[in-house]
C-alpha cells in the first residue's frame, strides 16, 4: 500500500489521474493497430479470413476500453460485422479503435477498418463494427467506468447513436424489453 503524505509525489499522481477519470474524451482511448496479411491468416482465396480479423479488432477494442477505465474488460457483445472489401495477402490492415460512449459499467468502441496497397499504393474500406466491453472488479463483478465527453461533431453523432444501439443490443441480448426502448422505438413509431 502506498502512503500518501502531504508532500509524497505520489499523492499529486493519484490526485491528477483520478481527476482526469472524470469525463474522458474519446482521444484518450484511441488505438491504431496495424498488421500485415500472411499466408497463415488467408482463407483458399488468398483473402484475410474474417475469424482472423475478428480477433484483431477484439484485441484492438479490448485496449481502446482498457484505456478509458484503467481496468480489466471483458467482450459483451459484438454487434453485426459486414465485410465490404476483402483484404488481399501481402495487405497491411489498419484497425482505429476508440470508446464511442460509456453507460454505466459498460463502454461502446467504434472500430473502422482499412486495407492498404503498398506496392498499389492506395487504401481501402473493409469494414466497421461497434463492440461492448464492461469494466469487472477483482471479484468478477460489472465495475462503473468513467463516462465520456464527446467534442467534435463526428464525436456527438457516434456518441448520440449509441443510446439507440445499446438499446437495440440489449433487446437481441435477451436483457430489455422491446417495449421499453423508447429512443429506438422513437426511429419507427410516431405517438
Ligand atoms: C458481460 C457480463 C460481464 C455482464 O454481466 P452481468 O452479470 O450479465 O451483468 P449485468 O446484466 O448487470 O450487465 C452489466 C453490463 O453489461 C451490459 N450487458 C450485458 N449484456 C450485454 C449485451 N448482450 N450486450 C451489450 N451489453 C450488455 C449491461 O447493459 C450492463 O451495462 P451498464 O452497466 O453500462 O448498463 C457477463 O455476462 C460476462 O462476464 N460475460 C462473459 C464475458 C466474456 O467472457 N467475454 C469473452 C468473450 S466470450
Keep these: 500500500m502506498i502512503?500518501?503524505?502531504?508532500?509524497s509525489p505520489f499523492k499529486?499522481?493519484?490526485?491528477?489521474?483520478?481527476?482526469?477519470?472524470?469525463?474522458?474524451?474519446?482521444?484518450?482511448?484511441?488505438?491504431?493497430?496495424t498488421e500485415i496479411v500472411l499466408?497463415?491468416?488467408t482463407n483458399t482465396f488468398g483473402n484475410l479470413m474474417g475469424g482472423r480479423l475478428m480477433y484483431w479488432m477484439d484485441i484492438a477494442a479490448a485496449i481502446a476500453a482498457h484505456k478509458h477505465c484503467h481496468t480489466p474488460v471483458v467482450t459483451a457483445s459484438v454487434d453485426n460485422i459486414s465485410f465490404e472489401n476483402p483484404i488481399r495477402l501481402g495487405n497491411v490492415v489498419h484497425i482505429e479503435a476508440t470508446v464511442s460512449r460509456a453507460f454505466?459499467?459498460?463502454?461502446?468502441?467504434?472500430?473502422?477498418?482499412w486495407g492498404e496497397d503498398l506496392i498499389q499504393q492506395y487504401k481501402y474500406k473493409s469494414n466497421e463494427a461497434y463492440y461492448t466491453f464492461v469494466a469487472i472488479d477483482?471479484?468478477?463483478?460489472?465495475k462503473v467506468v468513467p463516462q465520456l465527453k464527446p467534442e467534435t461533431e463526428a464525436e456527438k453523432k457516434l456518441f448520440d447513436g449509441a443510446l439507440r444501439r445499446r438499446q437495440l443490443r440489449l433487446?437481441?441480448?435477451g436483457k430489455l424489453k422491446p417495449d421499453e426502448?423508447?429512443?429506438?422505438?422513437?426511429?419507427?413509431v410516431k405517438e
Design 171 to 173: 433487446i437481441l441480448g
Design 39 to 41: 499466408p497463415n491468416d
Design 138 to 142: 477483482p471479484a468478477g463483478k460489472p
Design 12 to 33: 499529486s499522481l493519484y490526485l491528477w489521474k483520478n481527476l482526469n477519470m472524470e469525463n474522458r474524451k474519446s482521444g484518450d482511448s484511441l488505438t491504431i493497430m
Design 3 to 7: 502512503f500518501l503524505s502531504r508532500f
Design 104 to 113: 454505466n459499467t459498460s463502454m461502446e468502441i467504434y472500430i473502422k477498418v
Design 181 to 188: 426502448a423508447t429512443e429506438l422505438k422513437a426511429l419507427f
